[in-house]
Structure formats: structure tokens, C-alpha cells
């Protein structure tokens, strides 16, 4: 018998950063621009490369916002390269950033935007406890359909 296969949560440098500009350049249909990935480099542990037995399979980003006087973990990638899907990667991504967010105590939520057409990130959402709270018109550009769900899971 095998042993279990091992997700570990890694930190994002500048000496892996081309590792989750690819790996978002594969599981995303949007580009991220140079700030983004400077950006990640100054969260500390918001930004996390996941590790499925040593090689790098997902990545999450996100950053504390704050909208009318409540702070909310803004979630702004969370992807698995799709031949590791349904092993607990994004499982153990969402649940470290659930921790810190927990841990902070002050933050009320957490949020993302979806695709609308990304029945597979809904569902994988709505099973951790989010709930689809607005629809944004437009929000994407240069891919189709534009538009993307807001979905929140609150802390409070």
C-alpha cells in the first residue's frame, strides 16, 4: 500500500514567483499584471503555494480590505491545477487563510469573485460555507461571460 499523498503549504519568494505566475497563467482565464505578483510578495502568510508529494499544484493570494468599517479577507486567487482537484488542496489553501482570518479576530468575512460560469468554484465555495451575496456586471475583461458572483462567508 501507498502511503497517503502529502499537501504542504509553502511561502511565495522571489525565488518561486515564476512558480505561481505559471501555475495561475494555466488554472486562471485572466492575466495578472506585475503588481499583483510584487503585491504577493508583501502579504507574509496571505499568499501560500500548496504542494501536493513536493510539486507545486495550487496557490492562494489574498489581502485584508476594508469596506464599510468591516474588515474582510479579500480572496483574490485560489487555484488547482486540475489533475489535483478533489485531493484536499484547496481544502488545506481555504483553511490556512480561514485560520488567520480567525486567528486576526477582527475580520468579519471572507470574500472572492467567481466566474459565473465556473460551476465547479461555486459548488467547491458553497461547500466550504460561502454564499453567493451579488452579482458583479462586467467584471472580467477580455473573457466570457464577463460577468462574476460575489460570494462571502461571514466570520460573525
Known amino acids: 500500500m501507498s502511503p ?9 519568494t522571489v525565488h518561486n514567483i515564476k512558480q505561481l505566475k505559471v501555475l495561475n ?3 486562471f482565464p485572466v492575466s495578472y ?5 510584487k503585491d504577493v510578495l508583501e502579504v ?4 501560500k503555494l500548496a504542494y501536493f508529494n513536493d510539486i507545486v499544484v495550487g496557490a492562494v493570494c489574498c489581502r485584508v480590505d ?9 480572496i483574490m486567487t485560489l487555484g488547482c491545477l486540475g489533475p489535483y482537484r478533489r ?5 488545506a489553501l481555504l483553511d490556512h487563510v480561514l485560520k488567520i482570518a480567525e486567528d486576526d479576530g477582527q475580520i468579519d468575512a471572507l470574500f472572492l469573485h467567481v466566474q459565473i460560469s465556473n460551476n465547479e468554484a461555486i459548488q467547491f465555495y458553497e461547500n466550504c460555507g460561502f454564499k453567493i451575496i451579488d452579482t458583479k456586471k462586467d467584471y472580467y475583461k477580455r473573457i ?5 458572483f460575489v460570494l462571502e462567508r461571514s466570520l460573525k
Open 4 to 12: 497517503a499523498p502529502r499537501i504542504e503549504l509553502g511561502d511565495i
Open 66 to 74: 476594508v469596506q464599510e468599517c468591516k474588515r474582510k479577507l479579500y
Open 44 to 47: 507574509g502568510d496571505l499568499a
Open 33 to 37: 499584471n506585475d503588481k499583483f505578483y
Open 144 to 148: 466570457e461571460p464577463a460577468d462574476a
Open 87 to 91: 485531493c484536499g488542496v484547496g481544502k
Open 25 to 27: 497563467q494555466v488554472v
